[in-house]
């Protein structure tokens, strides 16, 4: 199924065992052991249609998933909290 050449590099795309996150409708979804394509230079992810279609199957029964609390922050910019060094 894989050994293509990737479109964006024309590296080889091989295929890797990777934990997906992802949104279905708004909510996050994480998924461990999913099959995808993997360029070998520049790391772009390919994915089987029905591997698609099986990832969308399994998120849609989320009420068979198990749940696991996700710590959330906002992130704030300040000039004041930027530290330069010039001991370099």
Not at 18 to 33: C, Q, S
Not at 46 to 51: G, R
């Amino acid at each position: 199924m894989y050994g293509y050449r990737c479109e964006y590099c024309n590296s080889i795309v091989e295929e890797h065992i990777v934990t997906e996150d992802f949104r279905y409708k708004g909510e996050l979804v994480i998924l461990h052991n999913v099959p995808v394509g993997v360029c070998n230079h520049c790391k772009t992810r390919y994915y089987n249609a029905k591997v698609l279609k099986q990832l969308e199957k399994i998120s849609k029964e989320k009420d068979r998933l198990q749940t696991v609390p996700v710590p959330v922050g906002k992130f704030q910019w300040s000039e004041e909290e930027v530290v330069s060094d010039n001991s370099v």
